[in-house]
């Protein structure tokens, strides 16, 4: 028990000390290669400690490798721009001046449900205030709102704070929501009415279609037909205050 004991608070100071040497402080921070290397590093250190059979320098040795390794690898990446975006890779544009890249998104394996739930962590509630979101190497989203939606907060302005209320999306990929659209009190009828009034055509040809709490549709075709951004005021009824919402 006295040597599993030893074991394991040696590997902890060395892999403790090989962690802290990289300068990375949290997982966030991480490139692909870091965790991989991260991930590889821990492997090696368990092994050790479960295994006494096996000796402790071919559990260090393997991880003092990793380490230079990783360290060589950044070094490269900070010398030569083009390695660079090859290993770590580049930041992708997903909203470029209130348009979804839908191309960019296809690569990124992104969904537009998963770029609401990015956009709602940074407090952002509607596709249509934003300029630009760009999702980041390590994972990360930055946003740009647009400049009318930077707006002062009801205390700065002396006024009482507004009930807010979120925007829901009726058309995803070219297909209805039903639960949304009866959430709402509307129908897939009137979807499409409104889709062609917009003049987007069919639900197939929509990226996406949200309604806005104050009866604004906002909808985007697809990039085979343009990518076009449409809007259309409405005088839909938004549910009140405590009663039944539905799917954002």
């Known amino acids: 028990m006295l040597v599993l004991f030893l074991r ?5 100071l060395l892999v403790y000390a090989v962690l802290r040497l990289t300068g990375k402080r949290q ?3 991480l490139q692909p290669f870091d965790l991989l290397i991260t991930l590889m590093i821990a492997d090696l250190a368990s092994c050790a400690i479960a295994d006494t059979n096996i000796p402790l320098v071919y559990s260090a040795v393997p991880i003092l490798a990793l380490f230079l390794m990783q360290t060589f690898i950044t070094y490269v ?7 660079r975006n090859l ?11 209130g348009v979804l890249q839908e191309g960019a998104m296809r690569r ?20 249509g205030d934003v300029a630009y979101a760009i999702l980041e190497t390590n994972g990360s989203m930055s946003v740009l709102p647009r400049g009318g939606c930077q707006t002062p907060t009801c205390a700065a302005l002396g006024l009482p704070p507004q009930q807010e209320r979120l925007s829901h999306m009726l058309v995803l990929d070219g297909r209805l929501c039903p639960e949304t659209i009866r959430s709402r009190g509307l129908t897939e009828d009137w979807v499409r009415g409104c889709l062609t009034r917009m003049g987007a055509g069919a639900v197939e040809n929509v990226f996406y279609l949200s309604l806005s709490p104050d009866g604004l549709l906002r909808a985007q075709t697809r990039a085979r037909t343009g990518a076009r951004v449409l809007t259309l005021r409405t005088g839909a009824a938004q549910p009140q205050p405590g009663e039944e919402g539905g799917h954002v």
Not at 8 to 12: E, H, I, M, T, V
């Open 27 to 29: 997982v966030s921070d």
């Open 87 to 97: 290993i770590c890779g580049r930041p992708v544009v997903l909203v470029d001046g």
């Open 77 to 83: 990446c900070l010398k030569h721009a083009r390695l």
């Open 108 to 127: 990124a394996n992104y969904t537009v449900i998963d770029l609401m739930d990015q956009l709602r962590a940074k407090d952002v509630f509607d596709i």
């Open 8 to 12: 394991a608070c040696l590997l902890y």
